[in-house]
């Protein structure tokens, strides 16, 4: 008997949750259920996380979290619980299968059967904004060398699991070579360990437009946090619907499986709401406390249900469905299954899957990190950049000089384009003239002047290399 802590949410949350507990329990899961309350309730109450501590700790005690979609109120000083909750109990991987279950739900897709290894706690999803100036916000990209192993490892040990053939890698470090670069060497490092496992990388863009038109070439794709929610959603629907989707939060110690669609209010309280992402979410559950033949059966007669055309209202359609259901009516059906297994789409069969072998990360030995500069960015309203290099050179000291003026990543100075459009948001970057060094008593000393000369210095960055390589891009054009 395993323990469990289930939130039913808000919107059709409970309809969904109350389908999907009975589902699971007719097909013998053995759970014990601790109930707590999450989402809107929670935060019009007073509490911005959404969440009590007193339920943080049945988390944390039952270590499997299965959660029905949420509500998070309109407005600021709401933060996403889901995203929160990942954060916090350490859920780095979130892993979204997605098949095609042609004929029985439309789809351009016929032959399409990959899945989404999302990393899931860093990126821009750290959620660090500043506003700089009256003209410029800032979102800070963090990504770790913990973080992409640990996710890209994941990606490996699955397709492992589960005789999988490829892994692909989708960045965008051809622009981004620092963040996205980073994900990419990991990625080649670890897939060496693999060599199993075909393996590839595609840049975004093109990987993702090559997802949407071709699919069936991918099986499991692997990518930072942002790229990989907004194509989990993409990979959902083009198998026939989000709303058929369930995800997994896999962490060393907690876990969270849920739907990936939204609490949808305006269905709320009409037993109509699809319960199919809930509970592919719990089989995903099953299957990871290790109750897998509970997991095959639910699965199997959710499939055959499919196939029998008994479909709710998001993915009735005439000429192949058979019956329109409700969320209570359509549990019934795939309860009366149980036991049952599709003919024309594919079986499942979870009984030989072994553990995921995931050792925890080992930090590497420290590179040399030796200080070569400094970006101070600049709120200045003015719009030619020479005029305000001439008042930025004013606070040169000890050999440290001014090398470069860039206005939102593109080079403005010296020798930039009067073409080029300005905000008021300015990057100017010191660096030691060849027979001189760069400490931070010389950055305190540059910050000093800054007040001296009158000049609205917002923030710096140090620039250092790690065993003798740049940590720090380049100005765009430089």
């Not at 589902?23 to 013998?28: D, K, P, V």
């Not at 209202?313 to 969320?327: E, N």
């Not at 400094?374 to 050179?393: I, Q, R």
Request: charged content about 25%; some cysteine; glycine content about 8%.
């Amino acid at each position: 008997m395993t323990k469990i802590t289930v939130a039913k949410g808000d919107g059709i949350g409970p309809e969904i949750m109350d389908a999907t507990l009975k589902i699971i329990l007719a097909a013998g899961a053995k759970i014990e259920i601790d109930e707590i309350e999450v989402g809107e309730k929670v935060y019009l109450a007073g509490n911005t996380a959404g969440i009590a501590k007193e339920s943080w700790e049945t988390i944390r005690n039952n270590k499997i979290f299965l959660k029905a979609p949420i509500t998070t109120p309109q407005g600021g000083g709401y933060k996403s619980l889901n995203v929160t909750t990942r954060k916090f109990l350490g859920l780095y991987s979130n892993v979204r299968p997605c098949m095609s279950l042609h004929p029985f739900v439309s789809t351009k897709h016929p032959i399409m059967d990959i899945v989404i290894v999302r990393e899931n706690e860093e990126d821009l999803y750290a959620g660090i904004e500043h506003q700089q100036t009256d003209e410029v916000v800032q979102c800070l990209k963090l990504i770790s060398r913990p973080g992409c192993e640990k996710i890209v490892r994941y990606a490996f040990e699955y397709a492992k699991q589960q005789n999988r053939k490829k892994v692909t890698c989708f960045t965008k470090d051809n622009i981004m070579k620092q963040t996205d670069g980073l994900f990419h060497q990991v990625f080649d490092e670890i897939a060496k360990e693999y060599p199993e496992i075909e393996n590839e990388h595609w840049i975004i863009d093109i990987g993702a437009a090559k997802m949407a038109d071709t699919p069936e070439i991918f099986d499991v794709i692997v990518m930072p946090n942002l790229y990989g929610d907004v194509l989990s959603d993409i990979a959902a629907q083009i198998t026939g619907s989000v709303g058929l989707a369930g995800s997994a939060n896999i962490g060393e110690e907690c876990s969270m499986f849920e739907a990936i669609h939204g609490s949808a209010p305006r269905r709320a309280g009409q037993n109509v709401a699809n319960p199919s992402g809930l509970l592919q979410g719990a089989i995903m559950m099953l299957n990871h406390i290790g109750q897998t033949e509970t997991a095959e059966k639910v699965q199997n007669a959710w499939l055959k249900t499919l196939e029998d055309g008994i479909h709710t209202y998001d993915i009735f359609k005439d000429g192949i469905s058979k019956q329109k259901v409700g969320t209570k009516e359509f549990a019934t059906a795939v309860i009366a299954n149980l036991g049952n297994k599709p003919s024309v789409l594919k079986p499942v069969s979870y009984a030989n899957n072994s553990a995921l072998n995931l050792p925890k990360y080992k930090r590497k030995p420290a590179a040399k990190k030796e200080l070569v500069g400094v970006d101070v960015f600049v709120h200045w309203n003015g719009t030619n950049p020479n005029e305000l290099a001439d008042k930025v050179k004013k606070i040169e000291t000890n050999g440290i000089k001014l090398t470069m003026i860039t206005n939102r990543g593109i080079k403005v100075w010296p020798d930039g384009f009067k073409e080029t459009f300005c905000t008021d948001h300015w990057r100017c970057r010191f660096k030691p003239t060849e027979n001189s060094l760069i400490s931070k008593s010389n950055i305190i000393e540059i910050l000093t002047s800054t007040l001296k000369e009158n000049i609205d210095a917002i923030k710096t960055e140090n620039l250092y290399s790690f065993d003798g390589k740049a940590g720090y891009s380049l100005g765009q054009g430089q």
